[in-house]
């Protein structure tokens, strides 16, 4: 772990710091009881509604209340990009639902009737295609200084815009009537700027306004651009600061970049969700590998500050400490969630906390403002590279507490053994894959006869996109995960087709007879008491393959949602009494099916309370608001074919009067 020398962040830390107790458990910028003002519910990046009007006894009378069709439905086809799920997260702020579209545009709704109120478009579709397909805009920011209320949208067409909460419009003082050009100061221009665009939401952070990035970075050129994260005036749009993640000359850690790979280097960007201290004024990023996310020939070297958390002074863009959870990256473990601030008490000292899921399977738990780790991490030594031109980093750091919420790595003793004959199919294929540690490198294809590196949990694997939420109230951490093998080999492309001599080729992980090649569960919520780092319990989440002919008469209960059916999807949402999530129905009932199903679990234990089917399949993170005296559950989904909707839940004969 890095850091600066000590320094005087700001004044009244050391009384701030002395203040923390076991019975602070504030939130910044948290909601008044049924509101939901920040993607995860506020800047600590909770998931946590204080309401129990829907619990255990009634969770399976829920019922769609309401649902609103996206407007990107009424944009014109010839104008129209392909999108993909559709995930906003909707806001309620003082009575009033906010969220977006695929496409970016921004709606305020009656959040008791889906009544629009009033409709914004950017209009970014017209700017020119953006190198991704499909298209999808994550979510909306909220702030206010008390007296201004404004949302924030960084768009697909790189436009960052202020837009007025109460009429719809963009803010004529902020920018250029509304608008930020993110073309600009990014600091380095020889890049393809059509590999940049953005999908999830800034960060307003006192006066201070923050965006990442999101860099296209399956090419065969090195032209992606740097992730460096920009700040501008939350009023004037004015621009404030830019933190390089490919540090520069001048700057700590631009060593860590060999051979002036930081001119040329890309990505190292945060693509997903902040968090935030607004009390304490620091901004919490998490990090993404850089280019090429699987051969690093052309930038050895540790590579400061990719899949990194790095806490900055929001006010100044300095940064006061960041920790690497991958060296050198290889296997595309970007940190792929915001991270979780939270007040602990750990052997009777009150620390404030942020702790980060990753990738990994591993928690890494920080003091969030000295950056100290709460637990050991430790450097352990990792196989190195046989690909030429590659150097891997020879150790990482592997967290000594919490215990992984994943499977990290394979052996053979973590191969499937169902019945002795599966379990002798599967030795025999394992024979084509290198296993070992989660640090193998990937091989060239074809060395030592071996297709791949055998990687686990994978790069879509883990505890990826949206994270984890939190219990502000019992300090504990939840975890949605899943372990979804990749082979990854590398392969030379065709001659004067790529700036790499290595691109990645993965290769199929299938097990014997259809069934995974290592053992269950596949899919997994895991509850951590971030104040021992004790896993209060851990459970399959979906039945898995446990119907498969060769094991149905085995009887073994639920395995967990297979790990080659399913994607990151909306994670937890935490009341409360329950723990709320979703499973694709295709998974569960049948293949023909193409809705979800909601399900309930009892937060302290595990057990499940209740399931409801929902006739769309459902992509987005779960949310939860009140208003006067009627509970909601609303949650984004569709988007693939033209069928974006926003659906609410609520109890039957509740007025809400």
Same mark, same amino acid.
């Given at each position: 772990m890095h850091k600066l020398k000590p320094m005087l962040l700001f004044s009244g830390l050391l009384l701030v710091l002395s203040c923390c107790t076991e019975e602070t458990n504030d939130l910044s910028q948290s909601n008044t009881p049924g509101e939901w003002l920040h993607h995860g519910a506020d800047h600590f990046s909770s998931k946590y509604a204080a309401l129990d009007q829907i619990n255990p006894e009634n969770f399976e009378q829920l019922e769609v209340a309401w649902h609103w069709e996206s407007a990107d439905n009424r944009i014109p086809e010839t104008m129209l990009y392909p999108t993909g799920d559709y995930r906003a997260t909707p806001l309620v702020v003082n009575g009033i639902m906010y969220t977006n579209t695929n496409h970016g545009q921004v709606v305020a709704l009656n959040p008791t009737t889906g009544e629009e109120l009033w409709l914004f478009d950017p209009e970014s579709y017209k700017l020119g295609p953006p190198n991704f397909s499909p298209v999808q805009t994550r979510g909306i920011e909220y702030w206010t200084d008390g007296e201004v209320e404004r949302i924030f949208l960084a768009t697909l067409g790189k436009q960052l815009v202020s837009i007025d909460i109460h009429t719809g419009q963009p803010d004529p003082d902020f920018g250029n009537n509304g608008f930020i050009?993110?073309?600009?100061?990014?600091?380095?221009?020889?890049?393809?700027?059509?590999?940049?665009?953005?999908?999830?939401?800034?960060?307003?952070?006192?006066?201070?306004?923050?965006?990442?990035?999101?860099?296209?970075?399956?090419?065969?050129?090195?032209? +992606?651009?740097? &992730?460096?994260?920009?700040?501008? #005036?939350?009023? *004037? $749009? %004015?621009?404030? /600061?830019?933190?390089?993640?490919? =540090?520069?000359?001048?700057?700590?850690?631009?060593?860590?970049?060999?051979?002036?790979?930081?001119?040329?280097?890309?990505?190292?960007?945060?693509?997903?969700?902040?968090?935030?201290?607004?009390?304490?004024?620091?901004?919490?990023?998490?990090?993404?590998?850089?280019?090429?996310?699987?051969?690093?020939?052309?930038?050895?070297?540790?590579?400061?500050?990719?899949?990194?958390?790095?806490?900055?002074?929001?006010?100044?863009?300095?940064?006061?400490?960041?920790?690497?959870?991958?060296?050198?990256?290889?296997?595309?473990?970007?940190?792929?969630?915001?991270?979780?601030?939270?007040?602990?008490?750990?052997?009777?000292?009150?620390?404030?906390?942020?702790?980060?899921? +990753?990738?990994? &399977?591993?928690?890494?738990?920080? #003091?969030?403002? *000295? $950056? %100290?780790?709460? /637990?050991?991490?430790?450097?352990? =030594?990792?196989?190195?590279?046989?690909?030429?031109?590659?150097?891997?980093?020879?150790?990482?750091?592997?967290?000594?507490?919490?215990?992984?919420?994943?499977?990290?790595?394979?052996?053979?003793?973590?191969?499937?053994?169902?019945?002795?004959?599966?379990?002798?199919?599967?030795?025999?294929?394992?024979?084509?894959?290198?296993?070992?540690?989660?640090?193998?490198?990937?091989?060239?294809?074809?060395?030592?006869?071996?297709?791949?590196?055998?990687?686990?949990?994978?790069?879509?694997?883990?505890?990826?996109f949206p994270g984890a939420s939190m219990d502000p109230e019992t300090q504990t951490l939840y975890i949605q995960s899943v372990t979804r093998p990749v082979g990854m080999a590398l392969v030379e492309p065709p001659d004067g087709t790529s700036d790499w001599p290595y691109v990645i080729q993965y290769t199929r992980t299938a097990g014997p007879r259809g069934l995974p090649l290592v053992k269950p569960p596949y899919r997994r919520i895991t509850a951590i008491d971030l104040n021992s780092g004790e896993h209060v319990w851990q459970i399959p989440f979906g039945k898995g393959p446990t119907d498969h002919p060769d094991i149905a008469d085995l009887n073994l209960g639920p395995l967990g949602s297979r790990f080659n059916d399913v994607v990151a999807e909306g994670g937890i949402l935490i009341t409360k009494t329950l723990l709320i999530s979703y499973l694709a129905a295709k998974d569960e009932i049948s293949p023909e099916e193409t809705g979800s199903i909601l399900v309930a679990h009892d937060k302290a234990t595990g057990d499940l309370i209740g399931e409801v089917n929902v006739a769309l399949r459902l992509h987005g993170p779960i949310m939860s608001y009140q208003i006067e005296d009627k509970q909601y559950i609303a949650i984004a989904g569709g988007g693939r074919n033209n069928d974006a909707q926003l659906l609410a839940f609520a109890l039957p004969g509740i007025t809400g009067d």
């Open positions: 050009d993110l073309t600009q100061n990014l600091g380095r221009l020889e890049f393809e700027m059509r590999n940049i665009t953005h999908g999830a939401p800034p960060i307003a952070v006192g006066n201070t306004l923050i965006v990442g990035s999101k860099i296209f970075d399956y090419i065969m050129s090195n032209r +992606s651009p740097p &992730g460096h994260v920009r700040a501008y #005036d939350t009023r *004037t $749009g %004015e621009f404030k /600061w830019r933190f390089n993640t490919i =540090p520069q000359p001048g700057e700590d850690f631009n060593e860590t970049w060999e051979e002036d790979s930081w001119q040329t280097a890309g990505n190292t960007n945060v693509w997903s969700f902040m968090a935030a201290d607004d009390e304490l004024g620091l901004v919490y990023l998490p990090t993404s590998t850089p280019t090429n996310d699987y051969w690093g020939g052309k930038r050895l070297g540790e590579n400061v500050y990719a899949e990194s958390i790095v806490c900055l002074d929001a006010e100044t863009g300095e940064r006061v400490w960041h920790f690497q959870t991958v060296h050198h990256g290889l296997w595309d473990y970007d940190i792929a969630s915001a991270p979780n601030l939270i007040d602990i008490v750990v052997d009777g000292r009150p620390i404030k906390a942020v702790a980060q899921v +990753s990738k990994t &399977g591993f928690t890494y738990v920080f #003091d969030r403002v *000295t $950056g %100290e780790p709460v /637990w050991p991490i430790e450097e352990h =030594p990792v196989p190195p590279s046989t690909v030429p031109g590659e150097r891997a980093h020879p150790t990482q750091p592997i967290p000594t507490w919490p215990l992984p919420f994943e499977q990290v790595g394979a052996t053979e003793e973590d191969l499937v053994d169902f019945t002795p004959e599966i379990r002798e199919e599967a030795l025999e294929i394992a024979k084509n894959f290198v296993l070992g540690d989660i640090f193998t490198p990937p091989i060239v294809r074809g060395h030592n006869g071996k297709t791949s590196t055998f990687v686990v949990p994978g790069a879509g694997g883990g505890a990826n």
